[in-house]
């Protein structure tokens, strides 16, 4: 008897369990987390050349809200390497004879809109398999160039290189075009681009004019052209442009901000919950 009643009591509580994970599963989700990888392009006086850089440079984490039908809102941790280096420039052109360089950590947090274009269907788990999407917000970037000069690497922010002070962080305008696929009830895989305006000049360290030639750091971190190298050797490639680096003359562009770009892959996974932010979504 005491066997029976212990296997009832067995079969009831297996069963609520069974009951409450189907209930989990098929309960409705309208928040979601992603991680992601990918790739970083980056726009400005030290990107001389177009080719996509290949290898991974950014690591992203995110939540995600479905607030109506076609409208959702996300914020975004990314942290992400930016590089130039005036060495893949074109040979006796401006940017090879001026010979500058950096790299820089950093990181950017981003609050964005998400337009789906198209309708939810009011169960998660019978979401459409191929869902495309748009995003726009604002963000804020930091950002930290680096170089390298004689084997020793230096903050360019510390040594004032165009005799300009400028901060760690920027404003910028995320705007995001993606698809989201799914591959199962739970999981989606995102593909995405991420355009950054930014606004600041700075991000390479590289904006107005040059300083006064002087044999300090600084100047020697502003002035590089008598470090070019042809075939390992120290040499004048640009005559004209080698004359005409000097204090004052311009050293980038002032009038273009600086920017870049995501190439992102994310897997996003949906979290049970109570419900959306502010009503259910539509159905079709």
Wanted: glycine content about 8%; some cysteine.
């Amino acid at each position: 008897m005491k066997r029976s009643i212990a296997w009832v009591l067995c079969f009831v509580a297996l069963s609520a369990h069974s009951q409450n994970f189907f209930s989990w599963q098929y309960n409705d989700r309208y928040y979601s987390v992603t991680a992601g990888t990918g790739m970083t392009q980056y726009f400005g006086e030290l990107k001389d050349d177009y080719r996509i850089r290949r290898r991974l440079s950014h690591a992203s984490l995110g939540v995600e809200a479905r607030l109506l039908s076609q409208v959702g809102a996300r914020a975004e941790f990314i942290y992400y390497n930016l590089k130039g280096d005036d060495r893949d420039a074109a040979d006796s052109s401006f940017a090879r004879q001026r010979n500058l360089r950096f790299e820089s950590q950093n990181f950017e947090l981003n609050l964005q809109g998400i337009l789906y274009l198209k309708k939810y269907r009011g169960n998660f788990h019978k979401r459409v398999a191929f869902d495309p999407y748009m995003g726009l917000g604002i963000a804020v970037t930091s950002f930290n160039p680096k170089t390298d000069l004689d084997t020793v690497d230096y903050v360019l922010r510390d040594f004032e290189t165009e005799g300009v002070s400028y901060g760690r962080f920027a404003l910028a305008i995320p705007l995001s075009f993606g698809v989201k696929l799914r591959l199962n009830e739970f999981i989606n895989f995102n593909v995405e681009l991420g355009y950054r305006y930014t606004f600041t000049d700075y991000l390479d360290d590289v904006s107005t004019t040059f300083i006064e030639e002087d044999g300090s750091i600084a100047s020697r971190l502003s002035n590089r052209k008598r470090e070019t190298r042809i075939n390992g050797e120290l040499a004048i490639i640009n005559q004209e442009h080698f004359d005409a680096m000097v204090a004052g003359a311009p050293r980038g562009e002032p009038g273009n901000n600086d920017s870049y770009l995501f190439a992102m892959f994310k897997l996003e996974v949906f979290l049970p919950g109570s419900g959306p932010l502010w009503k259910k979504p539509s159905a079709y």
